[in-house]
């Protein structure tokens, strides 16, 4: 068949050509919202009287029945007509005959696209917020049930201090609601309409802006046609706030990863979200969370990608600019299913607490306690901080810790200590009493959850 823009050429397109060119093979996935466009456009054009009743009322009925073929599987793509735009509007010609051909009256397909495109990333950006909600949510309860849970808290995967389980997740908690406000910034610049930009420099037909906006759901329009058709932004502000995203998931992964290994057993993951090996019999593997691990590589490709195809583009579209889509269909995926698989992930896991304060009991991190002892009993921090290290080389080459050493030998190191000592040394009190705000203490770890249930209603 010819081609819709066919006019201005005799030879038809070289079939290597053809499908180099043609990005139906994905943009299709924007079906919906290149309909709903269209819709909106025909509207207006009857509205201003571009374009007559009779006319505009033929050509919505025409989109409606390509809507419902394509709502019942009924539509076939072809490569042949290039893109969504061509291919919908080759159905509506099908349909309704020539009148379908006053459809792309005072409009350009780079309009469109982008058009398409921002319709496209606002729903995404509306079933992210809903996933980041749900996660977030999820994370608050675990929290909630391991306020008192002890684990040590690590500086270099060291043991550093002891700190509550609760508290660790409500790290995750504030990263991700720092990726839901960036996520709904977002939606400010996906909520502009590029619409009757035209090819680039606006159209001379009587066109209505405000009016396609507001039918399509816009909060504002581009005041710039150049910047309208080729401002890709919108796309870059998603990759790079889900690449911000998957970095947070991927921290999180890993440390599930290493809960879950033998040298931890601080957590079990359900069997719904391992896998076994083929090999070892014994194997029990995180596999999703080094998935999300891993995919994170690919939102970060996603995002370089599109950073490069923009840079240095001159105004105003290219056909560089097609090369916009499949990273942000790709991200869109990745993320909202490790969103997903991350709050089924949590759900499920069941928290070894004995294992995990076990093990800051045959440690050292309570170290700063012993010397944040001794300063508060009025012994400068600096001088506190060298005895105590004194003390823990002496345990270290006595094989034993400092809840171990003998009152006698507390009160030849310093007369300040007292029996009291033994209590302090205990992790369960370390976490405890550290009330600073923000700070670990099992008060200001339901602080933060309430602060956190309160935002989440
Ligand atoms: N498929 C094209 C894209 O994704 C649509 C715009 C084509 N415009 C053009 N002037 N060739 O960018």
């Keep these: 068949m010819a081609k819709l823009w066919g006019g201005r050429f005799e030879a038809g397109l070289d079939e290597k050509t053809e499908k180099f060119g043609a990005s139906i093979a994905f943009d299709q996935k924007m079906a919906r919202q290149d309909l709903k466009g269209s819709l909106a456009h025909v509207t207006m054009l009857a509205t201003t009287g571009i374009l007559s009743k009779e006319e505009a009322e033929q050509i919505k009925a025409g989109i409606k029945k390509v809507e419902e073929k394509y709502e019942n599987g009924e539509i076939d793509f072809k490569i042949e007509n290039e893109d969504i735009h061509m291919n919908m509007e080759t159905y509506l010609h099908a349909e309704i005959g ?88 977002n939606i400010k610049h996906a909520d502009i309409s590029p619409l009757g930009a035209a090819a680039l420099a606006g159209t001379t037909f009587p066109i209505d802006r405000k009016e396609t906006a507001a039918l399509m759901g816009f909060g504002d329009v581009y005041v710039n046609s150049m910047d309208a058709v080729s401002d890709r ?14 970095m947070h998931l991927s921290r999180f992964c890993e440390e599930i990863i290493l ?85 089924g992930m949590l759900s499920t896991l069941s928290v070894n607490e004995s294992v995990m304060a076990e093990s800051t009991e045959k440690d050292f991190s309570n170290a700063t306690e012993l010397a944040d002892y001794l300063a508060a009993k009025g012994l400068p921090f600096r001088k506190a901080h060298e005895i105590v290290g004194q003390m823990v080389l002496e345990c270290t080459k006595n094989s034993c810790y400092l809840q171990d050493v003998p009152l006698e030998r507390y009160q030849e190191v310093s007369p300040l200590i007292e029996n009291d000592i033994y209590e302090t040394l205990k992790s369960r009190t370390a976490v405890e009493r550290r009330n600073s705000f923000g700070g670990t203490g099992f008060e200001q770890v339901k602080m933060q959850i309430s602060l956190a249930q309160e935002a989440l209603k």
């Design 98 to 185: 020539a009148v379908a051909g006053k459809l792309h009256t005072a409009r350009s397909r780079n309009d469109q696209v982008a058009t398409d495109m921002h319709l496209w990333l606002k729903e995404t950006l509306d079933d992210t917020l809903d996933k980041l909600h749900n996660l977030r949510q999820v994370i608050v309860n675990l929290a909630t049930e391991h306020v008192e849970t002890i684990m040590p808290g690590y500086t270099h995967l060291q043991h550093a201090q002891p700190i509550s389980f609760g508290h660790h997740l409500m790290a995750y908690y504030s990263m991700l609601t720092r990726d839901f406000e960036r996520f709904d910034f």
């Design 259 to 343: 809960w879950c290994s033998n040298e931890y057993k601080f957590v079990t993951l359900s069997d719904a979200f391992s896998t076994g090996s083929s090999i070892m019999p014994q194997k029990k593997n995180p596999d999703m969370a080094e998935l999300i691990r891993g995919k994170s590589g690919r939102v970060y490709g996603n995002l370089f990608g599109l950073l490069t195809v923009m840079k240095s583009l001159p105004l105003a579209y290219n056909k560089d600019l097609q090369e916009d889509k499949e990273g942000m269909f790709d991200t869109a995926e990745t993320i909202l299913t490790s969103l997903d698989i991350m709050a």
């Design 233 to 246: 932004d919108f796309i870059l502000e998603f990759l790079s706030n889900a690449s911000i995203l998957m």
